[in-house]
C-alpha cells in the first residue's frame, strides 16, 4: 500500500512533486466545508483537475447546503450513513455525476471519505472488461459510451455501494495503522496539519487503490 500510494500519479500531479494538486483542493475544500461555504468555485476546480468535459452545466446552492463538520470535527453520523452525503450532493449539485460527489467528498473530509470513480469500480465492481477481476468489492457497475465510462446512478446498488466503499476504506486504514504500517506523506501535509505523520486516512487508502486501479486497466489494454 504504502509503494502503491507513492506511485499515485495524475496530470503530472506526482508523490515526487508532493502531490501539490491533491493538497491544494484538498486545503481549500476542506476549509470551505468547515466554513459552510462550499460553493461553485469549488466544483469548477475539481471538475478542471478530473478533466470533466461539460462544466458548464455544473451549477448548485450557494454556498451548498450540507453539515459536513460540527465544531471543527467531522459531523459523527458521516462514518455511521456515508451514502445520505452523496445523496444530499447530488440533489443539489447539477453537472456532477456520482463520480465527481464523491471527489467532493474526498476533498472535503478525508477522515471519512474517499472518490469512487469509474477506474475503481470497473477494478473492484462487477464490470467484466478486467476479465476476472482480483477483488471484487462492490455490487456495481462501470457502463461504457463512445470512448468515456459513467457510474449510473439508477443502478440498484447506487448509493447503498458507496457507503460499502467508504466502510472498505476505513477498515483498511484502521488496519494499516493498527499494523504500524506508515503512509508516506509529502511533507507538507504533515506541516500543514492536513495529516499525522504515518497515520493512514480513507482518502489515502483511496489514493493508493487509484493507483493499483490504473495499472490493472493499463495491464488489460496492453493485452
Not at 459531523?75 to 447539477?94: S, T
Request: proline fraction near 6%.
Amino acid at each position: 500500500m504504502p509503494e502503491l500510494y507513492r506511485s499515485y500519479t495524475w496530470g503530472g500531479d506526482t508523490w515526487e512533486r508532493g502531490f501539490a494538486d491533491l493538497f491544494s483542493l484538498e486545503r481549500d475544500i476542506s476549509r470551505a466545508a468547515r466554513e459552510y461555504s462550499l460553493n461553485q468555485a469549488h466544483l469548477l476546480r475539481i471538475a478542471r483537475w478530473g478533466r470533466l468535459r461539460n462544466k458548464n452545466r455544473i451549477s448548485c446552492p450557494n454556498p451548498i447546503r450540507i453539515t459536513l463538520y460540527v465544531d471543527g470535527m467531522p459531523a459523527y453520523w458521516l462514518k455511521r450513513e456515508p451514502e445520505n452525503a452523496i445523496c444530499i450532493l447530488g440533489c443539489q449539485v447539477r453537472g456532477f455525476g456520482p463520480t465527481y460527489c464523491s471527489k467532493i467528498l474526498h476533498f472535503a473530509v478525508p477522515q471519512i471519505f474517499g472518490a469512487l470513480d469509474t477506474r475503481l469500480v470497473r477494478t473492484f465492481g462487477m464490470t467484466d472488461d478486467l476479465n476476472d477481476p482480483q477483488y471484487q468489492l462492490l455490487d456495481l457497475h462501470a457502463s461504457r459510451s463512445s470512448d468515456r465510462w459513467t457510474i449510473n446512478p439508477r443502478q440498484e446498488g447506487w448509493p447503498r455501494e458507496y457507503g460499502t466503499w467508504v466502510e472498505i476504506l476505513n477498515l483498511i486504514a484502521q488496519t494499516l495503522n493498527g499494523a504500524g504500517t506508515q503512509c508516506p506523506h509529502p511533507s507538507l501535509y504533515v506541516q500543514s496539519g492536513l495529516r499525522e505523520e504515518g497515520v493512514w486516512l480513507p482518502a489515502d487508502v483511496e489514493t493508493a487503490l487509484f493507483s493499483y486501479a490504473s495499472q490493472q486497466i493499463e495491464e488489460v489494454k496492453k493485452k
